[in-house]
């Protein structure tokens, strides 16, 4: 059974750090691409940045040059560091592991909430 588990969110004022950690178990053989999302009150889940299974990074302009997203392949767990955050920030985060080979298969973390407010 996959399990993908986040940890590392919390309540931070405006201008602070935190880190983001997903460890994923049960995972099958393949070759993936992980990644986070996240989610605001009343708005959609959006792309907050990708890393695949080469190294390759992609972020949401909102937060290129603040957040940073590290891999560890071989412990399949992946890291999301966020800086200068700000209330803007304020969201769901969600990891999600998406295998591209063999075969297309999505899995994403229960959520863990970040808070920027002073």
């Known amino acids: 059974q996959v399990q993908l588990v986040e940890s590392g969110g919390g309540l931070v004022q405006p201008g602070g750090s935190l880190r983001l950690s997903c460890a994923a178990s049960g995972l099958s053989f393949g070759i993936y691409t992980m990644g986070w999302s996240r989610q605001a009150p009343g708005k959609q889940r959006e792309l907050v940045a990708t890393?695949?299974?080469?190294?390759?990074?992609n972020y949401a302009d909102s937060v290129k040059g603040r957040f940073t997203i590290s891999r560890d392949s071989a412990k399949m767990t992946v890291t999301l560091q966020m800086n200068s955050l700000t209330p803007e920030d304020t969201a769901v985060y969600y990891c999600?592991?998406?295998?591209?080979?063999?075969?297309?298969?999505?899995?994403w973390g229960q959520g863990t909430q970040v808070t920027v407010s002073s």
């Open positions: 999600n592991f998406k295998r591209t080979y063999p075969s297309r298969l999505d899995s």
């Open positions: 890393i695949t299974n080469g190294g390759s990074t």
